[in-house]
């Protein structure tokens, strides 16, 4: 996966005929389907991120949403702010050769679909990635939500160039409300994802094993049922430290992530990205100022200059 070019008019003329046909851009899921779409099905599946002629050096950014309860509407947002994504990322060059997956999060004790993962793609496929997410808007009402299962496949089940030739980490963004799971649990593992654990995994060590080849971020948005909450972004900062960043706006998503792949590339400063927010016409440059402040003067750490299963870590060149 991964081929193709990234075309804002494909984009722009299929938003006009969703628009004149009074279409979905969510099909699949405002069709009332309550089983996962075959093209997003993780069972017994590895997404890989590969490099080509046509891409070169390959940058994974994989984005994952909870799509429970008041968090339901956030992949309709990224839908609407796609193009502005991906117009930073590659009018602004804050990526070389970017490839977007899009996935969704649920909770597995309950949920009928409760993960979701879609490819890394480089063209207007990401797009019908989202179109195919189911929005269960479910959940367990326990402020909790299985985060821990989806960056465990995102641990094990996911193959990059960049990593693999490189030794440098993707992008991983979870964009949520709630906690997750104290424990990876193994039935759970077994029928959704297919592999045959022994025992159930703490969730410190899955969150370990996905920060080593992933530079791995929660977004805690407002308008969210938990936004503000201590209790969930004390949690997530003791797993990911600064990486836990909270979103005063919503519509802040796409720009923040830009913002904050380009700042891990070493592409732009902070300052700079916001100015290239303000000639954009974007409305989000205070939101992403605040959300990115802790980030300002980071050097963003690459997994590896050697061979990427060795331990320990270097900064980027």
Avoid at 27 to 50: I, Q, T
Avoid at 157 to 171: L, V
Avoid at 255 to 283: K, M, N, W, Y
Wanted: glycine share 10%; aromatic share 6%; hydrophobic share 40%.
């Amino acid at each position: 996966m991964g081929s193709g070019i990234w075309s804002t008019d494909v984009y722009d003329a299929a938003d006009r005929w969703r628009r004149a046909t009074g279409a979905s851009a969510f099909s699949y899921s405002d069709s009332g389907a309550r089983r996962v779409h075959p093209a997003l099905d993780p069972l017994g599946a590895v997404r890989e991120s590969r490099d080509s002629d046509e891409h070169p050096r390959s940058t994974p950014i994989a984005v994952l949403f909870d799509v429970t309860g008041s968090m339901g509407h956030v992949p309709r947002v990224l839908q609407t702010k796609l193009p502005r994504l991906l117009g930073l990322l590659l009018r602004q060059g804050y990526a070389r050769d970017p490839q977007i997956m899009f996935g969704a999060i649920g909770d597995a004790t309950c949920d009928r679909v409760p993960l979701q993962i879609g490819q890394f793609e480089s063209d207007n496929r990401m797009d019908d990635d989202l179109g195919r997410i189911v929005l269960e808007g479910g959940g367990g009402g326990q402020m909790t939500e299985s985060y821990e299962l989806a960056m465990y496949f995102m641990a094990r089940h996911t193959a990059t160039d960049c990593w693999e030739k490189r030794g440098r980490r993707g992008y991983l963004f979870i964009i949520g409300d709630e906690l997750a799971y104290p424990r990876v649990k193994a039935r759970e593992v077994g029928r959704l994802i297919g592999d045959d654990l022994r025992e159930d995994l703490p969730v410190r060590q899955i969150v370990d094993e996905v920060t080593r080849r992933w530079d791995t971020y929660y977004l805690l948005p407002a308008g969210s049922a938990y936004a503000g909450s201590r209790k969930v972004l004390d949690f997530w900062r003791g797993l990911l430290g600064q990486n836990a960043v909270e979103l005063d706006d919503l519509d802040a998503v796409c720009e923040t992530i830009a913002l904050t792949v380009g700042l891990g590339e070493q592409a732009i400063d902070l300052d700079e990205g916001l100015c290239d927010l303000d000639r954009a016409g974007s409305a989000a440059t205070r939101t992403v100022s605040r959300a990115l402040a802790p980030l300002r003067s980071r050097r963003a750490v690459a997994a590896l200059p050697a061979t990427p299963t060795t331990e320990g870590g270097a900064t980027r060149p």
